[in-house]
């Protein structure tokens, strides 16, 4: 079984500046997805990024990023420019190749924006 | 555009009552469905999915059940309430495409006393 471990349960960054948060996966297969979702104080889970496992190239959106490390089971995700929208509990998440597989979650980082 | 709906959107039971949670997609056509539950402070746990009416694959051994009696109707029950289901539940749907992300409902919080 896919587990997913995000080793920060809380991080704090000053609005403007850069954080990154960490993730590490164990998986023994070599093709899969995984995912950063933001949970605002709403509790509604909105997707920030995906990364296909055999795409060697980062994915980017906007001010987010992420460091996509395969052989190391690593997927970090970085905010640049950090907002005050962007305090929120962000979850990463694995998924097999199967279409109809479900997420297997990380316990959160909860990231606080100071202003 | 697809849309999904929970509810109730709040429910308190008291221990050994009965629950059932519904969940409901709008604007498409034989969606992936799966049920997870976020408890205190922790990520969200898969439950249940199901890629059809009638076909529900469990995740985890525990005092809920699932049904789908319609394509785009997913239903989360239980005979009777332990304190530990206890959670936010939240219903999510995709088609089932290979990068597809899962689209989540607004979420049910549960709280059982």
């Known amino acids: 079984a896919q587990t997913v471990t995000q080793s920060q349960p809380e991080m704090s960054v000053q609005e403007a500046e850069t954080v990154t948060l960490s993730c590490t996966y164990d998986?023994?297969?070599?093709?899969?997805?995984l995912f950063w979702y933001k949970q605002p104080p709403s509790r509604q889970m909105i997707l920030v990024i995906r990364q296909e496992a055999y795409k060697q190239q980062n994915a980017t959106e906007n001010r987010f990023s992420v460091n996509f490390q395969k052989a190391a089971k690593s997927f970090s995700l970085k905010i640049s420019d950090s907002q005050l929208g962007d305090a929120a509990m962000y979850f990463c998440a694995y998924r097999s190749s199967g279409g109809a597989d479900g997420l297997t979650f990380g316990k959160g980082t909860h990231l606080i924006i100071q202003p | 555009s697809q849309t999904i709906h929970q509810w109730p959107a709040t429910l308190v039971q008291p221990v050994g009552s009965p629950l059932s949670l519904e969940c409901t997609v709008e604007?498409?056509?034989?969606?992936?469905l799966y049920w997870y539950r976020q408890a205190a402070g922790r990520g969200l746990q898969l439950l249940f999915y199901s890629v059809g009416i009638g076909q529900i694959s469990s995740e985890v051994p525990q005092n809920l059940s699932a049904s789908r009696p319609q394509d785009r109707q997913f239903i989360l029950s239980s005979k009777k309430l332990l304190l530990s289901d206890s959670g936010f539940y939240l219903c999510?749907?995709?088609?089932?495409?290979?990068?597809?992300?899962?689209?989540f409902g607004p979420g049910t919080r549960l709280t059982v006393t």
């Open positions: 999510a749907w995709n088609l089932g495409l290979a990068v597809d992300e899962q689209y």
């Open positions: 998986t023994s297969e070599s093709d899969y997805y």
């Open positions: 604007g498409t056509s034989n969606p992936n």
